[in-house]
């Protein structure tokens, strides 16, 4: 069985945070993928097989796979573009290249 964190005193329930964070990617990249497994792809950054296999997926296997106790996506912002004075439509433009496999 997995170790499970414990809540601490005025520190949020983090295992509660990473399920919401869980659930809402993966609903969201189901969403995508059911509009086109390219999109969820792109936009959520999984992997042609996975994005198939999310098209059809029940909302029970996709809120099975939130109950990870880790997050089980990673963040594609860097750094330097997080901070970087851009207009956001170029950013967002670097981010879907990126994402895309690209060069952005």
Not at 3 to 25: A, E, F, H, K
Request: charged share 15%; aromatic share 4%.
């Amino acid at each position: 069985m997995p170790p499970t964190l414990m809540p601490s005193p005025g520190i949020p329930d983090l295992q509660d945070t990473v399920r919401r964070c869980n659930r809402l990617y993966w609903i969201g990249a189901r969403d995508a993928a059911r509009v086109s497994p390219q999109v969820a792809s792109t936009l959520f950054g999984v992997t042609p097989e996975l994005a198939e296999w999310l098209a059809g997926a029940t909302l029970e296997a996709v809120l099975d796979l939130a109950e990870a106790p880790v997050v089980t996506f990673r963040a594609s912002l860097d750094a330097p573009l997080a901070r970087a004075q851009v207009p956001p439509a170029l950013r967002n433009l670097h981010l879907a290249l990126r994402a895309a496999g690209g060069a952005g």
